[in-house]
């Protein structure tokens, strides 16, 4: 790293605070070794003991990309999980995601259970930010996210998910609608639909076509 970031320190022996950070909070703690192995696996026999009796001992957020497809494969193949894969669209979905979500559920046998947030009302949200030049933007798919997660059937449903059709164009259209994918069509969450209204009201006053 190098003064390209124009909040970078260094220390006085010529490291940049990243290499810092991995110092002192990360390499401490990384063990990709036996003893690494050794706490994965009590981690996954605390798991599936609080899993008994149920479809599924854990949830995984899943977004297509290569830590989230990393860890569902590690869950299952390495840990012996028995995972239920959860994947939010707020309309951003890349062909390549969908492949890869895909090929992940098919590859592995597991389920998965998808919320549609409602494009419409993204697409609304995303514009104001946009127009109102906050830093981040990825503020709108947070917001949809979190009681997406919260407040959807596949964290607390204890049946295997089914069937489902997608009904809203978009990328994820091209999921199978094969065993084990499930989707919920239905409208952003109450949470979401207030954080829309609080957002548009104080900081947003122009209409939003």
């Known amino acids: 790293m190098d003064t390209s970031d124009p909040k970078i320190s260094f220390s ?4 940049c605070e990243y290499c810092e950070n991995f110092g002192t909070s990360i390499e401490p703690n990384w063990h990709p070794d036996a003893r690494g192995e050794a706490e994965l696996a009590a981690l996954a026999a605390k798991i599936k003991k609080q ?9 995984i957020g899943l977004s297509g990309g290569l830590d989230s497809s990393y860890a569902a494969y590690i869950a299952k193949e390495k840990m012996g999980l028995r995972p239920l894969l959860f994947h939010v669209d707020a309309g951003w979905n890349t062909d390549q995601a969908v492949g890869n979500i895909e090929k992940l559920v098919d590859g592995l046998g597991l389920d ?5 947030i409602n494009w419409e009302e993204m ?25 997406a997660c919260t407040n959807s059937p596949a964290s607390t449903e204890s049946s295997t998910c089914s069937l489902a059709a997608i009904t809203r164009p978009s990328a994820a259209a091209s999921l199978k609608s094969g065993a084990g994918i499930r989707v919920s069509t239905r409208p952003c969450s109450r949470i979401f639909t207030n954080a829309l209204a609080n957002a548009r ?3 947003f006053p122009w209409s939003i076509s």
Not at 51 to 59: A, L, N, S, T
Not at 112 to 116: A, G, K, R
């Open 201 to 203: 009201s104080r900081l």
């Open 51 to 59: 899993g008994e009796g149920k479809d599924f001992d854990c949830i």
């Open 12 to 15: 006085d022996t010529g490291h």
């Open 112 to 116: 998965l259970y998808t919320e549609v």
């Open 123 to 147: 697409k609304d949200l995303q514009v104001a930010f946009l127009r109102s030049q906050i830093a981040d933007q990825d503020l709108p798919q947070d917001a949809a996210f979190s009681p």
